[in-house]
């Protein structure tokens, strides 16, 4: 059983930065994609960024260009470098991976998640 823990979350001004963390359990093989997702209250849950195996990355339009995601696969770990943060980014930040084997199979975990609140 794969464990995500996110740190990093906050109150922060418009323009402000921060950098959310998530720690994984244990390294990962083969083929996966891990990514943030953000959920406001009553509102799907929905992607920011991915960072795949092979390095890929994908961000959602409305943070381009403010949000890098990476990995440190030293230490197990997926960030997302946030900067000039706006109000509308305010929402829960979750942690996800989803891990491929063979035969094909697919396995997903999720973070608890971390708040951010962009504020004045």
Not at 39 to 54: D, L, Y
Request: hydrophobic fraction near 35%; glycine fraction near 10%.
């Amino acid at each position: 059983q794969v464990q995500l823990v996110e740190s990093g979350g906050g109150l922060v001004q418009p323009g402000g930065s921060l950098t959310l963390s998530c720690a994984a359990s244990e390294r990962f093989g083969g083929r996966y994609v891990m990514a943030w997702f953000r959920q406001v209250a009553g509102e799907q849950r929905v992607p920011v960024a991915a960072i795949s195996n092979n390095g890929s990355l994908g961000y959602d339009d409305s943070v381009k260009g403010r949000f890098t995601i990476s990995m440190d696969n030293a230490v197990n770990t997926m960030y997302l470098e946030m900067s000039s943060l706006k109000f509308e980014d305010t929402a829960v930040y979750y942690c996800n991976v989803k891990i491929f084997e063979t035969p094909p199979t697919m396995t997903e975990y999720w973070g608890q998640g971390t708040q951010v609140t962009v504020s004045s």
